[in-house]
C-alpha cells in the first residue's frame, strides 16, 4: 500500500527551464516530507524537508511546495542544470516517528 | 571522509547461501536503517534500530535478521537466500526523527 505517490516516472527538461516534480500522499498523519536526489550507483542524498507547519520552503535553486488539503507537495528546480539529471525521491514521515516512506521517484533528464 | 559506508558493494551468490551486508556510520548518529529498493525502485523500510535497539521491524522474512554491535554499525544478515532477494540494499542512518543519511547500496544478485 503506496502511501507516497510520484505519478510520473521520467521528466525532460532544457537546460535553464523550471523542473517541476510532483507527490501525493494519502496518509494524512504525515507531517514531514523529504525530497532525495540519486546518481546511479549512489544512495540517496537529502535535498529539501518541508514540516506540514509551512506552505514553502526555498533553498537556492529548489523550492518545495506543500498543499495540505490536497495532500500534494511539488518540487521546483529554477534553473534546471544538466547536474540535476538524476532520480528524485519524494519522502514523507510523521515526525515523531523515524519511519520514512518513499515514493517511487521521478527520473529527471536536463537537456543542453 | 565516508559519512555511512557499505560492504560489499556487490554480492553475487547462489540460492539457498547465507550471506551478510555490513553497515557503518561515522556522523555520530544514534539511529540506523537498512531499507531494500526492489525492481519497481521503491524503497522501503525493512529494520531500525536506535541506540541497539531494534524500533522498526516491518513485515520481512525472518530470513533476514539484523545487527547492531554497537550505534555506529548495522549489519544485515541473510538465510537461506531466494531469488526474490535480488535487489539493492541501502543502509541509512539518522541522529533524530527526518533526514536520514544513506549509504552507497549494495547490489544483491541472487543466481
Known amino acids: 500500500d503506496q502511501q507516497v505517490k510520484q505519478n510520473s516516472p521520467s521528466l525532460s527538461v532544457q537546460e535553464g527551464r523550471i523542473s517541476i516534480l510532483n507527490c501525493d500522499y494519502t496518509?494524512?498523519?504525515?507531517?514531514?516530507f523529504l525530497w532525495y536526489k540519486k546518481y546511479p550507483a549512489e544512495g540517496p542524498t537529502f535535498l529539501i524537508s518541508i514540516s506540514s507547519i509551512k506552505d514553502k520552503n526555498e533553498d537556492g535553486r529548489f523550492t518545495v511546495f506543500l498543499n495540505k488539503s490536497a495532500k500534494h507537495l511539488s518540487l521546483h528546480i529554477v534553473p534546471s542544470q544538466p547536474g540535476d539529471s538524476a532520480v528524485y525521491f519524494c519522502a514523507a514521515s510523521v515526525i515523531s516517528d523515524y519511519k520514512l516512506s518513499f515514493g517511487a521517484g521521478t527520473t529527471v533528464t536536463v537537456r543542453a | 571522509d565516508t559519512a555511512v559506508s557499505q560492504t560489499p558493494k556487490y554480492l553475487v551468490t547462489q540460492m539457498g547461501n547465507d550471506k551478510s551486508i555490513k553497515c557503518e556510520q561515522n556522523l555520530g548518529h544514534d539511529t540506523m536503517y537498512w531499507y531494500k529498493q526492489d525492481s519497481k525502485k521503491f524503497l522501503k523500510i525493512m529494520f531500525s534500530?536506535?541506540?541497539?535497539?531494534?524500533?522498526i521491524n516491518e513485515t520481512v522474512p525472518n530470513r533476514f535478521s539484523p545487527k547492531s554491535p554497537d550505534k555506529a554499525h548495522l549489519n544485515l544478515h541473510i538465510n537461506s537466500l531466494e531469488l526474490g532477494d535480488s535487489a539493492v540494499y541501502f543502509c541509512a542512518s539518522s541522529q533524530t526523527h527526518g533526514q536520514q543519511y544513506f549509504g552507497p547500496g549494495t547490489r544483491l544478485t541472487v543466481t
Open positions: 496518509n494524512s498523519m504525515f507531517d514531514y
Open positions: 534500530y536506535n541506540n541497539k535497539e531494534l524500533i
